[in-house]
């Protein structure tokens, strides 16, 4: 478990590192999980054999950190509210906008993935 | 001292402990996540949601200032990093799959990210919404520090960016299952990646609760849409004329 944790924290590390140098607008974590995939995808390549080890101690620390992942966004959808007041007179539209096109696109998403998965499946 | 002058030096205590808002944030999220399970009906009573609105109603209720607040929270909010990094993990496990699928998934993030885009538009022109408003709409499919970066270069507002953002991934939790269900969507890769296009981490968050494959569809959804809402919205701004 610790060591799963060290791993995680110096990938996130290595990423914040990375956006601040270049000045990237990627975050910093999502850099250190393309590092980290890549890494695994290496070592599985290659064989290594320590690779078992690396892979099970990231296994346990990545499900506890995962397990309850909804809440990680408590905080910040509380700030939200606390500061939603900023949109005044147009709360109500901004809603309306929002609403009505993250619903669309979900839908538009998904059936087009599917359709597109089908069809590579068929063929 | 009455009982109650000792109950509320108690609360007066209480309430500057970073810790008390901290088991505050994980016991409202305990709420939600009973009353969810409970009822399975209700969107709106979905673990994120109800937490939100349980701490809120608190803080509201007795006057404390986010910043007080945060003082506590912060130590969950901190996780949000490492968890990120560790969703590299159940991508590696399911990497195949993802391989086999690499054709739908490109096609519809591309074509996904754009619809988001322009339906974003339409609509914020048929709400007839402040230039400014409109342009802090348009990246707001994508996580927060990529929406409020891109909100900035089109001269948009990037913290009104960040709560549009935030909102749009608690309405994608909310109601995205029950929009796939309606549309009868079987296939846990294809749910999971809608729901990441759309509402980035939040949405992510919840599909990774109910379905691995659900939750790694919608990483990758997530992280390319990023990629792509980045490159698009520019053009879009600068062809539309917006």
Redesign the interface.
């Known amino acids: 478990m610790l060591q799963g944790?060290f791993i995680?924290?110096l990938?996130?590390l290595i990423?914040?590192a990375v956006q601040k140098f270049f000045d990237l607008?990627?975050?910093?974590?999502?850099i250190?999980?393309?590092s980290?995939?890549l890494v695994?995808?290496l070592l599985?390549r290659l064989g290594v054999a320590f690779r078992e080890r690396f892979?099970r101690d990231?296994?346990s620390?990545?499900s506890a950190?995962?397990?309850?992942?909804?809440?990680?966004?408590?905080?910040?959808?509380?700030?939200?509210?606390?500061?939603?007041s900023?949109?005044q007179g147009?709360l109500l539209?901004?809603?309306?906008?929002?609403?009505?096109?993250?619903?669309?696109?979900?839908?538009?998403?998904?059936?087009?993935?599917?359709r597109?998965?089908r069809r590579?499946s068929a063929r | 001292m009455t009982d109650e002058q000792r109950l509320y030096s108690i609360w007066v205590y209480l309430q500057a402990e970073p810790l008390f808002w901290l088991t505050l944030t994980i016991g409202a999220y305990l709420v939600g996540d009973f009353c969810y399970r409970r009822t399975r009906l209700f969107p709106l009573f979905n673990p994120v949601a109800l937490g939100i609105i349980i701490v809120s109603v608190v803080l509201l209720a007795f006057g404390v200032q986010y910043e007080r607040y945060f003082d506590g929270a912060k130590f969950i909010h901190f996780l949000l990093g490492p968890a990120t990094v560790s969703l590299a993990i159940p991508i590696f496990r399911k990497w195949e799959l993802i391989m086999a699928n690499a054709r739908a998934i490109l096609t519809t993030v591309l074509l996904g990210s754009m619809f988001a885009i322009l339906t974003t538009y339409a609509l914020a022109s048929m709400f007839a919404l402040e230039r400014d408003i409109v342009l802090s709409l348009l990246p707001r499919s994508v996580t927060a520090p990529i929406a409020m970066g891109v909100s900035e270069i089109i001269g948009g507002i990037p913290s009104l960016t960040a709560i549009i953002t935030i909102v749009t991934g608690i309405i994608g939790a909310a109601f995205g299952t029950f929009t796939l269900d309606l549309l009868r969507i079987r296939e846990m890769s294809a749910r999971g990646f809608a729901i990441g296009l759309a509402s980035h981490g939040i949405g992510t968050a919840r599909a990774m609760s109910r379905n691995e494959t659900a939750g790694v569809f919608a990483a990758v959804a997530m992280g390319l849409s990023g990629i792509v809402t980045a490159l698009v919205v520019p053009v879009v701004v600068y062809l539309l004329r917006i």
């Open positions: 944790i995680i924290f990938f996130q990423g914040e607008t990627i975050p910093g974590p999502v250190g999980l393309l980290l995939l695994l995808l599985q892979e990231l296994e620390t990545s950190l995962l397990g309850h992942l909804p809440l990680l966004f408590v905080p910040i959808g509380v700030g939200v509210v606390m500061h939603v900023v949109l147009q539209a901004v809603l309306g906008v929002i609403f009505v096109g993250t619903v669309a696109s979900i839908g538009f998403s998904a059936l087009l993935m599917q597109l998965q590579g």
